[in-house]
């Protein structure tokens, strides 16, 4: 039992350097790609160039790295298999030095490698569970603000070319927190800005949002009504997405993220804040105030 225990550990902790002097050998070219694939998603702002660039650009980056890896364990498996033979061939005729066998390894550096190998899990579980976090985080926190479709209504089709069209859908989404969303986006996945396509059609629990669609669907504004007293606001979008951003119930203000077309300085989110009483317009800024109530 023990024999075939230690056997395995030897196994296990052969494959872990393996990785690493693989790493080693690519991680040049796993940086070059990651620095530009980041580039390319915060600088570019054509969503339909972004993404085709990224995918392109990813593609030819993965196979070079899987190229290099592969050949790399190639090599390295090649060099076992002829010490492999050697060791044969040395303790047939009595010449192999054992004490000095390619093969041996120390349970010291058995417990080092394995003591790596554990790491590597931990960040790599810590690293993709706060990707996903901070992708969802304003989904996650609502404060507890839901919102009920009261209507749906679709508006006119808009084509940029024969075999690529959309049509407006207008809709107005209902608030507990006291207000009504008149919001506008295309009836396709083309309006890449806001929300979550799935199924064939939109996820409804997202918060209100409002975006032209790549086919030409959809519209820049919001229209904010308030329940108790009839106010009513167009919080206008000037841009690619205008979404509103929940905020505590006892918050006295709006708070509204909105991206708009142009270079990479003026396409980063402005947040405004509204009166809820009376809808007035109160300020802007380029910062995540947001973020403080959380």
Same mark, same amino acid.
Request: hydrophobic content about 40%; aromatic content about 14%; proline content about 1%.
């Given at each position: 039992?023990? *024999?075939?225990?230690? $056997?395995? &550990?030897?196994?296990?902790?052969?494959?872990?350097?393996?990785?690493?002097?693989? %790493? @080693? +050998?690519?991680?040049?070219?796993?940086?070059?790609?990651?620095?530009?694939?980041?580039?390319?998603?915060?600088?570019?702002?054509?969503?339909?160039?972004?993404?085709?660039?990224?995918?392109?650009?990813?593609?030819?980056?993965?196979?070079?790295?899987?190229?290099?890896?592969?050949?790399?364990?190639?090599?390295?498996?090649?060099?076992?298999?002829?010490?492999?033979?050697?060791?044969?061939?040395?303790?047939?005729?009595?010449?192999?030095?054992?004490?000095?066998?390619?093969?041996?390894?120390?349970?010291?550096?058995?417990?080092?490698?394995?003591?790596?190998?554990?790491?590597?899990?931990?960040?790599?579980?810590?690293?993709?569970?706060?990707?996903?976090?901070?992708?969802?985080?304003?989904?996650?926190?609502?404060?507890?603000?839901?919102?009920? *479709?009261?209507?749906? $209504?679709? &508006?006119?089709?808009?084509?940029?070319?024969?075999?690529?069209?959309?049509?407006? %859908? @207008? +809709?107005?989404?209902?608030?507990?927190?006291?207000?009504?969303?008149?919001?506008?986006?295309?009836?396709?996945?083309?309006?890449?800005?806001?929300?979550?396509?799935?199924?064939?059609?939109?996820?409804?629990?997202?918060?209100?949002?409002?975006?032209?669609?790549?086919?030409?669907?959809?519209?820049?504004?919001?229209?904010?009504?308030?329940?108790?007293?009839?106010?009513?606001?167009?919080?206008?979008?000037?841009?690619?997405?205008?979404?509103?951003?929940?905020?505590?119930?006892?918050?006295?203000?709006?708070?509204?993220?909105?991206?708009?077309?142009?270079?990479?300085?003026?396409?980063?989110?402005?947040?405004?804040?509204?009166?809820?009483?009376?809808?007035?317009?109160?300020?802007?800024?380029?910062?995540?105030?947001?973020?403080?109530?959380?």
């Amino acid at each position: 039992m023990y *024999i075939w225990f230690r $056997e395995n &550990l030897y196994v296990l902790s052969s494959l872990i350097i393996l990785f690493e002097s693989g %790493v @080693k +050998k690519v991680w040049k070219t796993a940086l070059s790609a990651l620095v530009i694939i980041i580039l390319i998603i915060n600088f570019i702002d054509i969503a339909w160039v972004k993404w085709l660039l990224t995918i392109m650009i990813g593609g030819g980056f993965f196979y070079a790295i899987y190229d290099d890896f592969a050949l790399h364990v190639q090599e390295k498996t090649t060099e076992i298999l002829i010490k492999r033979e050697e060791q044969k061939k040395g303790l047939a005729d009595g010449t192999y030095d054992v004490t000095n066998s390619f093969f041996k390894r120390s349970s010291l550096q058995i417990f080092w490698s394995l003591i790596r190998f554990f790491i590597y899990v931990i960040l790599i579980y810590f690293i993709f569970t706060n990707l996903f976090t901070s992708k969802n985080k304003i989904a996650k926190i609502n404060h507890g603000i839901t919102y009920e *479709i009261v209507s749906k $209504e679709k &508006l006119d089709k808009v084509c940029v070319s024969k075999d690529k069209c959309s049509t407006t %859908v @207008k +809709k107005i989404m209902s608030s507990n927190d006291g207000f009504l969303f008149e919001t506008y986006i295309s009836d396709g996945s083309d309006s890449v800005w806001c929300g979550r396509w799935s199924n064939n059609e939109w996820v409804e629990s997202i918060n209100p949002c409002s975006t032209i669609g790549d086919y030409g669907g959809g519209g820049e504004n919001i229209i904010v009504t308030n329940k108790k007293n009839n106010n009513e606001k167009i919080i206008e979008g000037n841009g690619t997405k205008l979404l509103r951003i929940d905020a505590p119930q006892e918050y006295p203000y709006l708070i509204f993220s909105s991206v708009r077309e142009g270079n990479s300085k003026s396409s980063q989110p402005v947040y405004a804040l509204y009166n809820k009483d009376d809808l007035t317009f109160v300020s802007e800024s380029r910062e995540n105030k947001y973020s403080e109530l959380n």
